[in-house]
């Protein structure tokens, strides 16, 4: 069984690799958007939410999706795995890697 630092380190390789995530695409991410999805992942189901509709769709009863008034991003976006709190939390883990990646590069260089 991979421990806890293992499974976020995958998934933020996963991130990279599969869905494009890279340094420079982080980057463009500033204001804290992932350390704010990262909170929404790793927040309970019973947090205040908002029903968001998916761009491009109809109104339809199954394109609204509930999302956490916090998510920074669109609905399509939003991709929570409520029967399965560890991957939650790596996802939440993987984002905060992320953001603290992006925030080191940004800062000036300490001596």
Do not use: F
């Not at 790793?42 to 908002?50: C, H």
């Not at 491009?56 to 916090?70: A, F, N």
């Amino acid at each position: 069984m991979k421990t806890g630092v293992e499974l976020i380190a995958a998934e933020r390789e996963r991130q990279v690799s599969q869905e494009g995530w890279t340094e420079e695409h982080d980057d463009d991410h500033g204001d804290g958007q992932m350390a704010n999805a990262a909170a929404c992942y790793a927040m309970t189901q019973k947090i205040p939410s908002v029903v968001g509709i998916i761009p491009g769709t109809t109104r339809s009863p199954e394109q609204r999706v509930r999302m956490p008034k916090l998510w920074p991003w669109e609905a399509e976006c939003w991709k929570p795995c409520p029967t399965d709190r560890v991957r939650e939390l790596v996802k939440a883990g993987a984002l905060i890697a992320a953001e603290i990646d992006r925030l080191q590069r940004a800062a000036p260089e300490k001596k």
